[in-house]
């Protein structure tokens, strides 16, 4: 950046030497010609040819050497700007790879992609272009009133009459553009996340037969962008006719002063050249000012929009010691509450698994069964309570660890933009593993039939989010991913619940051989997936209603006896 800022002083030096240059050439060439038209006498005319040839010469090669220091004054000032750039994007995305579940139920994708996109892009072009042109802005305004002032410090002071005016009105709209560019990021982050969540449920849009309504609704929300950036591009408007006007006012009061000057002989025509030439130097600098006013406004709004993700501060939870399993997990008056609700998904929840143990676990839509599997597997934690691994409590706990050495399979299946054998080998710590073990979990989660339909096998690409494949499909590839993890604990949120019965009834098989002497959480609302229970939990209104096998719930339980006998009734149809 200094190197830079040192390029954009040696450009003005340089530029500020042409039209010293220009009036001394000028000013010889007049003088050699004794202020005569025309050039009777051949040897003076030589003479002027000479003078001008050389002058001409040397502001050739003092622009050169402008050209020179203009280029690497670009070189580096804006690759300052693209490396900032890049440092600022991966900050932004490694603070959302850090960022808690909360962060994400309370913001829109879309405004995530528009701070890492249109938000950084702005503050690049302040720590590039803008920075670049304030610097030759006001390099060129020390060097060249400078220059002017051991012309002519009287009439530099009439030329330099107007810019107090261009001040007051920069200040005046750039207060305005401030607050112009705010709503429009603040806007343009709904039109990315309006955008973005239409693209996401395009399948479930098309299926309602609904377009009219999203093009409708994208089409209100661009008309309201398109009303903010008219409203800041008129106040935009009337800052450069303003500024051309004043810079209009110096350039007549240099030409009737300085012809005055010249008139009474206290001026040479050189040195009125040299102002002409100097006031054009400052024309671009302060029309430059103006942009640059915008770009350091829209850089103000958009690094608070940044600074607001980058500086948010989480609840911090977990230790440094390494995951370890061995014994027991123990929920011990484990109570907790989503962000922005009023009950409780769990309460005063109390439950041991043991080591090598099974649990099953059931209840009615919204009892607080995927809660429970989200507490086990670190991705929220408790309010009240606390869940301890051999004697270890989860805050204790070095929380990638524990995420590590969990096989979660979750209710709603993520997959990658990618091959299936990518998505199966979807993170593991060291992915090279034997196509003997590959081919072992895809047999177990029952997609060999499947696989070897596909064009081109394993390395088929499946597409955003998996959209070629089936429900049942994507769950088997989030079994088989989670089957090759090498785990301590399985955790599966109702992960066979768009499989057909035949094949959930395969899958139970596999698992029942896979799963011995391991320990394992199976949430489901079908009783096929409990029978490899060694006990069951029923939960009810986000409390433990009973524990216990399935014979005795059968006999003790009314709602897992209306499950049991709705679902043989289902089968038996």
């Known amino acids: 950046m200094l190197l830079g800022l040192l390029c954009v002083l040696l450009t003005n030096v340089f530029s500020a030497s042409v039209p010293y240059l220009v009036r001394v050439g000028l000013d010889e060439a007049l003088t050699q010609s004794g202020w005569v038209s025309g050039f009777a006498d051949q040897y003076l005319a030589?003479?002027?040819?000479?003078?001008?040839?050389?002058?001409?010469?040397?502001?050739?090669?003092?622009?050169?050497?402008?050209?020179?220091?203009?280029?690497?004054?670009?070189?580096?000032?804006?690759?300052?700007?693209r490396k900032v750039e890049y440092d600022l994007k991966n900050l932004l995305f490694?603070?959302?790879?850090?960022?808690?579940?909360?962060?994400?139920?309370?913001?829109?994708?879309?405004?995530?992609?528009?701070?890492?996109?249109e938000d950084v892009?702005?503050?690049?072009?302040?720590?590039?272009?803008?920075?670049?042109?304030?610097?030759?802005?006001?390099?060129?305004?020390?060097?060249?009133?400078?220059?002017?002032?051991?012309?002519?410090?009287?009439?530099?002071?009439?030329?330099?009459?107007?810019?107090?005016?261009?001040?007051?009105?920069?200040?005046?709209?750039?207060?305005?553009?401030?607050?112009?560019?705010?709503?429009?990021?603040?806007?343009?982050?709904?039109?990315?996340?309006?955008?973005?969540?239409?693209?996401?449920?395009?399948?479930?849009?098309?299926?309602f037969g609904v377009e009219q309504q999203f093009i409708d609704k994208f089409n209100e929300e661009g008309k309201e962008y398109k009303r903010r950036s008219m409203a800041l591009a008129k106040i935009n408007s009337l800052f450069f006719p303003l500024m051309l006007l004043l810079m209009g006012l110096s350039t007549l009061l240099v030409m009737y002063l300085g012809g005055k000057a010249v008139e009474q002989?206290?001026?040479?025509?050189?040195?009125?050249?040299?102002?002409?030439?100097?006031l054009n130097m400052?024309?671009?600098?302060?029309?430059?000012?103006?942009?640059?006013?915008?770009?350091?406004?829209?850089?103000?709004?958009?690094?608070?929009?940044?600074?607001?993700?980058?500086?948010?501060?989480?609840?911090?939870?977990g230790g440094n010691q390494s995951f370890t399993f061995q014994h027991s997990v123990h929920i011990k008056d484990v109570s907790f509450r989503y962000p922005g609700k009023v009950e409780n998904a769990l309460s005063d929840i109390n439950l041991t698994i043991n080591k090598g143990e099974i649990i099953g676990v059931t209840g009615r839509t919204g009892s607080g069964k995927?809660?429970?599997?989200?507490?086990?597997?670190?991705?929220?934690?408790?309010?009240?309570?606390?869940?301890?691994?051999?004697?270890?409590?989860?805050?204790?706990?070095?929380?990638?660890?524990?995420?590590?050495?969990?096989?979660?399979?979750?209710?709603d299946v993520f997959l990658f933009s990618d091959s299936i054998r990518e998505n199966i080998l979807f993170g593991l710590e060291y992915p090279e593993v034997s196509e003997e073990k590959l081919n072992h979990v895809i047999e177990l989660a029952c997609l060999t039939k499947d696989i070897d339909q596909w064009p081109n096998g394993l390395e088929t690409i499946i597409g955003e989010r998996g959209v070629s494949l089936s429900g049942g499909q994507k769950q088997r590839v989030s079994i088989a991913r989670a089957l090759l993890k090498d785990f301590e604990f399985l955790i599966i949120d109702d992960g066979l619940s768009a499989v057909d019965a035949e094949t959930e009834r395969m899958i139970i098989n596999n698992l029942a051989k896979e799963l011995n002497n391991k320990t394992a959480v199976i949430i489901s609302h079908r009783l096929a997936p409990l029978q490899l229970a060694n006990r069951i939990v029923v939960l009810g209104d986000s409390r433990v209603l009973e524990v216990n096998t399935h014979d005795k719930l059968l006999s003790s339980n009314d709602y897992y006896r209306y499950l049991y006998e709705s679902q043989i009734l289902e089968t038996s149809s």
């Open 265 to 278: 002989g206290d001026f040479t025509p050189g040195n009125l050249a040299e102002f002409v030439i100097y």
């Open 94 to 117: 490694n603070k959302y790879q850090q960022l808690g579940e909360d962060f994400y139920r309370k913001h829109m994708t879309g405004d995530l992609l528009n701070r890492m996109s």
């Open 121 to 207: 892009g702005n503050v690049r072009m302040y720590i590039g272009p803008a920075i670049m042109y304030f610097a030759n802005m006001l390099f060129t305004f020390v060097v060249v009133i400078y220059q002017m002032t051991q012309v002519n410090a009287q009439l530099t002071l009439w030329v330099l009459l107007p810019l107090p005016f261009l001040s007051l009105s920069i200040y005046y709209v750039s207060a305005r553009m401030n607050t112009g560019n705010r709503i429009i990021q603040e806007q343009l982050s709904l039109l990315t996340a309006s955008a973005q969540e239409t693209f996401a449920g395009i399948r479930i849009i098309k299926s």
């Open 46 to 81: 030589s003479n002027i040819y000479k003078t001008a040839a050389f002058f001409g010469a040397l502001i050739l090669l003092v622009s050169l050497l402008r050209g020179v220091f203009m280029y690497y004054m670009r070189q580096t000032l804006i690759v300052v700007s």
């Open 370 to 411: 995927s809660t429970l599997a989200q507490l086990l597997s670190a991705q929220y934690f408790p309010d009240f309570g606390s869940i301890i691994y051999d004697n270890n409590p989860t805050d204790s706990l070095d929380i990638a660890s524990i995420r590590r050495n969990i096989a979660y399979i979750p209710q």
């Open 282 to 317: 400052l024309i671009w600098p302060v029309a430059s000012l103006g942009w640059t006013t915008a770009l350091v406004q829209k850089a103000a709004a958009s690094q608070k929009r940044i600074n607001e993700f980058v500086l948010m501060q989480e609840h911090a939870v």
